[in-house]
């Protein structure tokens, strides 16, 4: 992670249960100046939540997050950074193309842009796309 990302900018912890998204999804983020915090399951993520020293603004539950798993861990989040705001992601692969859609948010505003006003931050005017980006 670059000290240009980690040094003020925003911090969004993703938990979502598959590598190829957590990996786009980093991308895409910190390619705009956010800091990813990634984790594969619910104990990963509240392992990160659980961590004073790092500054959390909004948890993105992706995927398979819509089951009792997901809920129990944004809970035991909010339990322990009851400030962090949720949003809900569904990402579905098909093809090597990862479709992203944020539960919510401007469908025509990109992954970074839609977090920055989730979190009320200023844009900096980079617009990512939240659909059809092709795996590497």
Request: charged share 20%.
């Amino acid at each position: 992670m670059s000290e240009a990302v980690c040094a003020g900018g925003l911090s969004v912890l993703v938990m979502d249960g598959s590598a190829p998204v957590l990996a786009l999804i980093s991308r895409i983020l910190e390619g705009n100046g956010i800091r990813a915090l990634l984790a594969r399951d619910a104990a990963e993520a509240l392992a990160i939540a659980n961590r004073d020293f790092l500054s959390l603004d909004l948890l993105l539950v992706g995927g398979d997050g819509v089951n009792s798993w997901a809920l129990d861990a944004v809970a035991a989040i909010r339990n322990v950074r009851p400030e962090v705001r949720v949003l809900g992601m569904s990402a579905v692969e098909e093809d090597g193309v990862i479709q992203l859609s944020l539960h919510g948010a401007d469908r025509n505003a990109g992954l970074a842009e839609s977090i920055r006003a989730v979190c009320g931050a200023q844009s900096d005017g980079n617009k990512t796309r939240t659909a059809g980006h092709q795996l590497s």
